[in-house]
């Protein structure tokens, strides 16, 4: 049988921040759309109740959506279990929250240590726990979905993180949950597993995220932008600039993911999750820089065309537009983002790349490239 421990860490990772911006709970405005967003709450998303305490596995955790998840169940009281090889600690201390926050965070949330592409391992393990709800945060192919439903004969609910990435390109926008989507995409193994959850007697939800941003995200979103910003460096853009985007801040994506648990609603559904406001590439520049507390930037356009940069990135964003509706989210779930794009950008400014702390080192090297060629505006 698979050993299952409760971690404490004392150890803090960041330094206490002071900041009137935000806090590691996130800004709540105080608007009209708060107030709308606690009509739909009281209209029938889920109000979870100490009777109603589930024992949660979440499949990864450590890093980034998890991190963030399991603090949000954890405090509705829920008994929550990350599932990871153990190569990352288990607890951190996020930025901005309070030596008592982690402390109770950190002597609740337990662990399974191993690995789920060890079918055999998970399947006996997971027997032998028992778990009411999945959160599988990491998976990437439906192979590694399979055992765990296997194992729990008697689950109540898989959820599971897949991606806006599924979709087929198309030029009628936004995407809806209803659009076709691409078998030969890059996140194909995702598609496969929504549709072997289809084809299962299992309650299942399916989150489809967009660009997900904010504190210690592992993707070069807005560090992309912040390392320029910082350095007082043009930003090179592709195309003309006005190629449309959305992005959703991973706090808000935590909700989400709380909202379709145990969520009637929300059963055998999928979901795009993202800001509900698009942002041009010109724009995402623009508004990074005033959450960063820069000068507006220097933008320079180029065509990618005219350029070999071999195996490397020049620019973080798929050079097209991509965006997706959240209406269905917002009327079936009553979900409201409780960050505007900025306000969420200050966020995870405050939150990380302000304190000095980011997953990549710049690399102006494609920047150098194309800065240093005769550009022809597009």
């Excluded at 599932?83 to 929250?97: D, H, N, S």
């Excluded at 007082?232 to 600039?241: L, N, V």
């Excluded at 959450?291 to 195996?311: Q, T, W």
Aim: net charge neutral; hydrophobic share 35%; with cysteine.
């Amino acid at each position: 049988m698979a050993s299952m421990v409760a971690f404490q860490q004392n150890q803090l990772s960041f330094p206490p921040l002071a900041s009137s911006l935000s806090d590691f709970t996130g800004t709540r405005l105080q608007t009209h759309i708060q107030l709308k967003r606690r009509t739909w709450q009281s209209k029938g998303a889920l109000c979870v109740t100490a009777s109603s305490t589930k024992k949660i596995l979440i499949m990864g955790g450590t890093r980034f959506i998890g991190v963030f998840l399991s603090r949000q169940l954890v405090k509705e009281g829920h008994q929550v279990t990350l599932f990871t090889r153990g190569k990352a600690p288990i607890t951190q201390q996020l930025p901005g929250e309070s030596d008592t926050d982690f402390a109770d965070f950190s002597s609740k949330i337990l662990h399974l240590k191993g690995d789920r592409k060890d079918y055999d391992f998970v399947k006996s393990s997971l027997s032998a726990e028992g778990f009411d709800v999945v959160y599988d945060i990491n998976g990437r192919e439906a192979e590694e979905v399979e055992p765990i439903l296997d194992a729990l004969p008697n689950l109540e609910q898989f959820i599971y993180c897949s991606s806006a990435g599924v979709y087929l390109k198309s030029d009628l926008l936004p995407h809806a949950e209803v659009d076709a989507v691409d078998p030969k995409s890059r996140h194909k193994g995702k598609l496969e597993t929504e549709s072997l959850l289809q084809s299962k007697d299992v309650n299942w939800t399916s989150i489809r995220p967009v660009y997900i941003y904010g504190p210690l995200n592992y993707n070069p979103v807005e560090e992309w932008f912040f390392h320029r910003l910082k350095a007082g460096r043009p930003i090179p853009i592709p195309g003309s600039g006005i190629q449309i985007t959305q992005l959703g801040h991973v706090k808000d994506l935590a909700t989400a993911f709380l909202k379709v648990l145990g969520n009637d609603k929300a059963s055998k559904q999928i979901f795009n999750i993202s800001g509900d406001k698009y942002v041009t590439f010109d724009g995402l520049a623009k508004a990074c820089a005033k959450a960063g507390g820069f000068p507006e930037p220097e933008i320079v356009h180029y065509n990618p065309k005219d350029f070999d940069f071999g195996k490397k990135k020049s620019f973080p964003f798929r050079d097209q537009h991509f965006f997706a509706s959240v209406e269905k989210a917002k009327s079936v779930l009553g979900l409201e983002p409780d960050f505007g794009l900025v306000e969420g950008l200050t966020d995870s400014y405050n939150l990380d790349f302000g304190r000095g702390t980011f997953r990549k080192e710049a690399d102006f090297s494609t920047d150098d490239i194309i800065l240093g060629k005769s550009l022809v505006n597009v």
